[in-house]
């Protein structure tokens, strides 16, 4: 892959088909770097207030508004103003009821569960990393959200969306499809049909609302659980799976779609998400690079790294991060002593911090700032606030480490109900929608098993292949003792490998 050759496509792109998804230039953002203050369009209470997790909910919601830096701007004032976000144009339409509901929650024991119980609430007041100075209230930091927990369609000052109902219940039907998809994944897992899986439960708006906002000649670096940007994407699910059932190397040309390999090596892929963006600049394209990363990779020195050189060079990169309050065992507050959106400000670009269980809301902020980027005024951090519902992967029971009582207290702000309570008392979306979507949702769950059941085993020596472009001696040598091994066996001849 090159940046020339891809360069070159997505300008015979554009000079086709052009972009699927009409886009509007945004307002031009005021200067000045995110430092958070009290802001309007303070989600309602309950939806998301980050700083109870810190400091107690109950204080959190007491909470005066900090004073304000003489001359600071808020985050919000420091991003894009009025995000052109309208007619983010996501595609399709249809719908169900019932998003899938198969929960991944790991083998549950009573003495875990009280352990859980003990280091989630042990690990709070330790937890400094939204406090103010001693003596002082705590500061709550401004959630940019557009839809609340109970499906109420809220303003925000600097951002907004204008959708159709049928897109609307296009963003709808992304994420009860891909939940349907995921589900069905962490159940093949179970059957011994994939070796892992890593579950997007919970996170399915900050990823369709994000991917929504893409426009085709975008370019994605994912982590591993980008399911849902995948499929905003047009990555055929199954490949994902072949991944996660170990007969490919990753499954899919990223060029076809811009959509690059999964990776697993934590944060490196927001290095190659500014690398790759630092080339669009160069080749003059007026494309935008997304890099998809999680609150423990934002300790990773690559994501450090990664922001400087976005920085320094302007690189039309927008960096988003699902906090979804978890590494594995280890909480969002071990990562840093501020809020993670807020280290934008010490690099030097806007950070804010979105209600990641919103759609719109990811939408909206996302559009802006790849447009802000794409008008060649650099990078942007955005921290989708969220939660994941489920286990770390397949392999991690989180039964263990946090208390159920966090897990319920999500429940309650789940990104596809308060879709469709707004879609059905607005009456955007009727029975006969629901009912089709339920249907697309069953079609989804039988292609997936039909697919994992019928996907072929790999040559046994495949797995030297494509390694290196020009080979290696290394490799080679591997290779041969590999096919020694292999020979080795009496029934090797038989299977003629
Ligand atoms: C460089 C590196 N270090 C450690 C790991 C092991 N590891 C896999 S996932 C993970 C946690 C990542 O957490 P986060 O960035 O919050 O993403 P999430 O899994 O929550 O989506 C770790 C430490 C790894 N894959 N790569
Ligand atoms: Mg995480």
Not at 232 to 248: A, E, S
Not at 407 to 413: C, G, T, Y
Request: charged share 25%; hydrophobic share 35%.
């Amino acid at each position: 892959m090159t940046v020339e050759s891809t360069a070159a496509r997505k300008t015979a792109r554009r000079s086709g088909t052009g972009g699927k998804r009409a886009t509007k230039q945004a307002d031009a953002p005021a200067e000045g770097q995110g430092t958070a203050g009290p802001a309007a369009g303070r989600p309602e209470d309950g939806s998301g207030q980050p700083e109870a997790e810190a400091a107690g909910k109950q204080a959190a919601k007491t909470a005066k508004p900090a004073a304000k830096t003489p001359g600071a701007k808020t985050a919000a004032q420091a991003a894009p103003k009025k995000a052109a976000a309208k007619k983010a144009a996501p595609k399709g339409s249809g719908t169900s009821r019932n998003a899938g509901t198969t929960r991944d929650a790991g083998t549950k024991n009573a003495s875990s569960k009280k352990t859980a119980a003990k280091k989630t609430a042990a690990r709070k007041p330790a937890a400094p990393a939204t406090a103010s100075p001693a003596g002082a209230e705590p500061v709550q930091h401004e959630l940019i959200q557009l839809l609340t927990p109970a499906g109420e369609r809220v303003t925000h000052p600097d951002y907004d969306v204008d959708l159709s109902a049928e897109e609307l219940r296009g963003l709808y039907r992304d994420m009860v499809l891909t939940r349907r998809f995921d589900a069905e994944a962490t159940s093949l897992q179970r059957q011994g049909e994939l070796g892992l899986w890593a579950s997007l439960l919970g996170q399915e708006a900050a990823q369709i609302g994000s991917a929504r906002a893409l426009r085709d000649d975008d370019y994605v670096f994912p982590t591993y659980r980008e399911h849902g940007v995948a499929w905003c994407r047009d990555v055929d699910p199954t490949m994902l799976l072949g991944m996660f059932r170990g007969v490919n190397h990753g499954g899919w040309d990223p060029n076809t779609n811009n959509f690059h390999l999964y990776t697993i090596v934590i944060g490196s892929q927001v290095l190659h998400a500014t690398g790759y963006a630092m080339g669009v600049a160069k080749d003059g394209a007026d494309s935008a690079v997304i890099g998809y990363f999680g609150d423990g990779a934002s300790s990773q020195g690559d994501v450090s790294e990664a922001f400087t050189f976005a920085s320094v060079y302007n690189a039309p990169v927008v960096f988003f991060c699902q906090n979804n309050q978890w590494a594995i065992s280890e909480p969002a507050e071990r990562q840093s002593r501020v809020p993670i959106y807020q280290r934008a400000q010490g690099f030097g670009f806007p950070g804010v911090r979105v209600d990641g269980n919103d759609v719109l809301a990811c939408l909206a902020v996302t559009k802006a700032a790849l447009e802000r980027a794409r008008s060649g005024q650099g990078p942007m951090l955005i921290e989708a606030f969220t939660y994941r519902m489920g286990a770390h992967t397949t392999a991690d029971d989180p039964t263990r480490y946090r208390a159920d009582e966090e897990r319920e207290a999500w429940e309650a702000k789940d990104p596809i109900e308060r879709l469709r309570v707004y879609l059905e008392k607005e009456g955007l979306a009727d029975d006969t929608f629901f009912a089709s979507l339920e249907a697309e949702n069953e079609a989804v769950g039988k292609r997936v098993r039909e697919a994992i059941r019928t996907m072929p085993d790999p040559d046994t020596m495949a797995i030297f292949e494509n390694v290196y472009a020009d080979g290696h001696a290394l490799v080679d040598e591997e290779r041969a003792q590999f096919a020694d091994y292999l020979a080795s066996f009496a029934d090797s001849a038989e299977e003629g490998r």
